[in-house]
């Protein structure tokens, strides 16, 4: 313990004021490099998530091209997830003299225990869908800036394509209620009643089938490949075929963020190496005495690493803990940047606040890559000060 102490002094005291001033920069380059990268990731899985709640509450997880699902497909669905049949094509609004695109979704107000797009809807406003077959339901900012009211007539042109030519086709409608789900289905997605017309005449305008909804969309790929398995060629799909590549694109945008902050760490980890090697250069004589006195290369090495250790530690530790205070008060930091600039930062976009979702698993991937990269940062210039010679240290 004598000999670790004497070491301890000779070596870390008194030393270089700008190699401890490099120190301290890397230690703070690398405590804002992890509360940076904390936050940013936990931003970007809320609006992931945000993402896939939104948009997967409003289109089918698995869609089957029948009328009817036979007993064997039935026994395949999991418990929880409801059958029941939809339609979906394009269309067109118009109201005073303005044509809109919209996508028309057709549900079936009659079914039982139907887990759909009909989630977002008051069961008041089911109530009038059912009982008239020509009703509409829209968006509420659709309504707002269509200035159309409950009972109002509203015109949709399709196209009829059950004939040679492709034939346009006006469906009249009256608005009877609206819903909001605070994403871009509030202004291109109309739902409509399927007893309006005969299954021949949806079919005609667009895709007609039956739709599974399941507890856990995640599963969805897993029940088509049973489904195909035990199907007789019937086209069966789930929601990745038409959206996956979407949230490919959201998690690749999260991996290069990710990547790309990494690098913050890095050149904190630089200035460790730099901080280290300068204090090595400026403890040569004092290792030399170390190990003149019988010190083995092992301690120099131990102590060296111990020090940069000690600034990965603290610099990762306290950077995860000021990235989680960060992450959980955004919205109030948020609502303090936008009152001094003036700049509301969520403007045009669905969202109120920012959604923020932490995830252990996250948490523990930066602290295993920044410390691994800090670590082996202090470990280069340890060894090199276990390498001086003692004989040229003391000249």
Known sequence: MLALHLANRLLFHSSNAFARFVTWVSFIGLMLGVTILTVVVSVMNGFDHELRTRLLSTIPHVTIDADNLNAQLAEQVPKGGSVSRYFQGLGALNLRGRVYPMTLYGIDPDAENQQSLIDGLSPEVILRLKRNPNGIVMGAPLVRMLRVEQGDAVRLMTVDVSTTAVQPRILNFALEGEFSFGAETDYSLVVI???????????????????????????????????????????????????????????????????????????????????????????????????????????????????????????TTLGLVLGLCSSIFINDIMAGIEFVSGMHLLDGSFFVEIPVRVQLVDLLVISALTLSICLAAALLPAQRAARLDPVAGLH
């Not at 305008?205 to 039956?210: A, E, K, R, S, V």
């Not at 399941?214 to 490949?225: K, N, T, W």
């Not at 489904?227 to 086209?235: H, K, N, P, R």
Request: glycine share 8%; net charge neutral.
């Open 193 to 315: 009643n399927l007893n309006k017309f005969a299954s021949e005449q949806w079919r005609a305008m667009g895709d007609l089938g039956l739709q599974i909804q399941l507890p856990d969309p995640m599963l969805a790929g897993q029940l088509v490949e049973r489904l195909q398995a035990s199907s007789d060629g019937i086209a069966i799909a789930s929601w990745e075929t038409r959206y996956g590549e979407l949230f490919q694109a959201v998690q690749l945008e999260k991996s290069m963020m990710f990547v790309l902050l990494l690098l913050v760490v890095a050149i904190a980890a630089f200035n460790i190496i730099a901080g280290q090697s300068m204090l090595v250069e400026d403890k040569r004589q004092n290792i030399a005495i170390l190990r003149t006195m019988g010190a083995k290369p092992r301690l120099i090495r131990q102590l060296f690493f111990f020090q940069g250790a000690i600034v990965s530690l603290s610099g």
